[in-house]
């Protein structure tokens, strides 16, 4: 089991920036590949980033590629969403997320935590 605890949510400008946390604890963090979804009322879940446990090769939804830029640090079992460029359209909660390396699922969730972009 994995738990995940999101925090950094909150109300921005247009064309500022906000930092996501997601705290994990449980089982080797290491083997997670870890995600942030994002969902808006109404409207399906979406992908917004996930990143590997090395770090490397990020992926990220178009509609947020070269605006926001995800991390881990897997000695505190964090992972990090540094939004900027934010836009009005950008509102939503979001989740974080975990998945096993060979598994296309991903089937841990935080509760979520609300961004809100103001135009």
């Known amino acids: 089991q994995v738990q995940l605890v999101e925090s950094g949510g909150g109300l921005a400008q247009a064309g500022g920036s906000l930092r996501l946390s997601c705290a994990a604890s449980?089982?080797?963090?290491?083997?997670?590949?870890m995600g942030w979804f994002r969902q808006v009322p109404g409207k399906e879940r979406e992908f917004v980033a996930a990143t590997g446990w090395s770090g490397l090769l990020p992926k990220y939804a178009d509609s947020v590629k070269d605006r926001f830029t995800i991390s881990r640090d897997n000695a505190k079992k964090m992972v990090y969403l540094q939004m900027d460029k934010l836009k009005p359209e950008d509102t939503a909660v979001y989740y974080c997320?975990?998945?096993?390396?060979?598994?296309?699922?991903?089937?841990?969730w935080g509760q979520g935590t609300q961004v809100t972009v103001s135009s």
């Open positions: 449980g089982r080797t963090f290491t083997a997670y590949v």
């Open positions: 997320a975990a998945r096993e390396d060979n598994r296309d699922t991903y089937e841990y």
